[in-house]
């Protein structure tokens, strides 16, 4: 009986124990595999969250100090007014939305640079993560030390003497803000791409990112600049975050008083951003300095 059950042929017609070579086994999105990327970065710079989030949040807001105490006072009462309300309310909210892109731009840029430059990219590229799902990791890991950062500004200049942070119109604060930190994210990514070295990052961040950041009409309204200045500034991506980020607060900014311009700018922005995270996603699935 045993020999007989020995010499039973296989079943040709019994389901393979793997599948065919080539058809995939995760159908859909990979959410487990998404979920555990985004938890990475995000305990990657949680490690060191004093250098990640508490750091920045205290250089950004020396800018806040010494900008109010030279221009406007201390206490924000008896000095100089901007869009009708003392200096330190007005610089404040485009200082938090600064600080957030920044800090969004830093941790892509260091999530995929560091494995190119370590030789551990292949932890990102092999796993079976599409490209899409690989880009919605490292961005939405990036976003949300954005966030912290800004939560960590908002809570810090609150108690500063002369801000005020009542939110005018939330839904602006929202939009602009996440939008401010994607776009910087998806530059981060491409940034990461194309660098081979933190050199090249840095020659991005001083020379592109800084300047677009500190021209946007952060520490002034651009109605105080030449005709043509303002025109260069209107076609900075960066004065868009800004303005429509401090009109939440404020109700006003250099991109209009009523909520139909903004929103023509916040729709702009969105389709801006949607181009550069479809750039970002043809540039990361080519491979592109990625694959030999």
Same mark, same amino acid.
Do not use: C
């Given at each position: 009986?045993?020999?007989?059950? #020995?010499?039973? *042929? ?5 389901? *393979?124990?793997? *599948? *065919? ?30 250098? /990640?989030?508490?750091?920045? @949040? ?25 869009? =009708? ?26 999530? !995929?640079?560091?494995?190119?430059? #370590?030789? /551990? ?14 880009? @919605? ?11 912290? &950062? =800004? ?39 491409? /940034? ?11 020659? &991005? /961040?001083? !020379? &592109? ?14 109605? +105080? ?33 009523? +909520? #139909?311009? &903004? ?30």
């Amino acid at each position: 009986m045993a020999d007989q059950a #020995q010499s039973r *042929p296989l079943d040709a017609t019994a389901a *393979p124990a793997f *599948p *065919p070579r080539g058809v995939p086994i995760i159908e859909g999105v990979n959410w487990i595999g998404l979920w555990a990327l985004y938890m990475k970065g995000v305990r990657r710079f949680l490690k060191v969250q004093t250098q /990640t989030v508490w750091a920045p @949040a205290v250089t950004t807001l020396l800018f806040l100090v010494i900008f109010t105490v030279a221009l406007g006072g201390s206490s924000g009462r008896a000095g100089r007014e901007v869009l =009708g309300v003392p200096f330190a309310t007005f610089v404040a909210p485009g200082l938090i939305v600064m600080g957030m892109m920044q800090n969004a731009f830093a941790d892509s840029v260091f999530s !995929f640079l560091s494995g190119k430059i #370590q030789g /551990t990219i292949v932890d990102l590229l092999m796993p079976p993560l599409s490209t899409g799902e690989l880009m @919605a990791g490292i961005v939405g890991a990036a976003v949300t030390r954005s966030v912290m &950062v =800004g939560g960590a500004l908002t809570v810090a200049m609150a108690f500063y003497p002369g801000v005020s942070l009542h939110m005018a119109h939330p839904w602006a604060v929202v939009w602009f803000g996440l939008m401010g930190a994607t776009m910087l994210a998806l530059l981060g990514l491409m /940034t990461s791409i194309w660098a081979e070295k933190f050199d090249h990052a840095a020659a &991005v /961040t001083n !020379f &592109v990112v800084a300047p677009l950041s500190l021209l946007s009409g952060t520490f002034y309204v651009i109605d +105080n600049l030449a005709p043509h200045f303002q025109w260069i500034s209107r076609a900075n991506p960066f004065f868009y975050v800004i303005s429509g980020f401090r009109f939440g607060f404020l109700g006003r900014s250099d991109i209009g008083d009523t +909520n #139909q311009a &903004v929103i023509w700018s916040a729709i702009g922005l969105g389709a801006f951003v949607l181009a550069l995270g479809i750039a970002a996603y043809a540039l990361l699935k080519s491979g592109w300095k990625l694959k030999s």
